[in-house]
């Protein structure tokens, strides 16, 4: 094993992902509500000054939302290549793709709600 061959392989690992990152938010508009949505997380999570336990949470349920996204563009994506003509199938796996990120998201939600709104009222 090459030492140098195998830290560029990781470096470029992490590159392909950014990258991957980066396109997601410049093309999917929900890619950029669910960052707007972190962004006003973290800001309140700072001026209602969460516990180590409630970043957490909040972290978590950031991530999964997040996640979920990318997997769903990554799915649609797949699904355009494969079926680029209209196929009520190919629909039904975007939808059901796209419904796992709502369910996420709702729950990051109820979270939110759970963790914040005792602070604000």
């Known amino acids: 094993m090459n030492p140098k061959k195998e830290c560029k392989k990781l470096i470029n ?3 392909y992902a950014i990258q991957g990152f980066i396109s997601s938010f410049k093309t999917e508009r929900n890619m950029k509500i669910h ?8 800001i309140l999570g700072i001026i ?21 996204e990318l ?8 699904v355009d290549m494969i079926s680029p003509q209209r196929n009520e199938k190919a629909k039904l796996v ?8 709502l369910v996420f998201a709702i729950g990051a939600a109820i979270v939110g709600l759970i963790i914040f709104l ?3 009222i």
């Open 48 to 68: 209602y000054e969460l516990n180590r336990t409630e970043w957490c949470i909040c972290i978590f349920a950031i991530t999964l939302v997040i996640a979920s």
């Open 13 to 15: 690992s992490f590159k």
């Open 35 to 42: 960052i707007l949505a972190m962004v006003i997380v973290v």
């Open 94 to 101: 975007k939808d059901i793709s796209a419904a796992a990120v």
């Open 71 to 78: 997997f769903n563009t990554a799915i649609e994506t797949i």
């Open 118 to 120: 005792p602070k604000i």
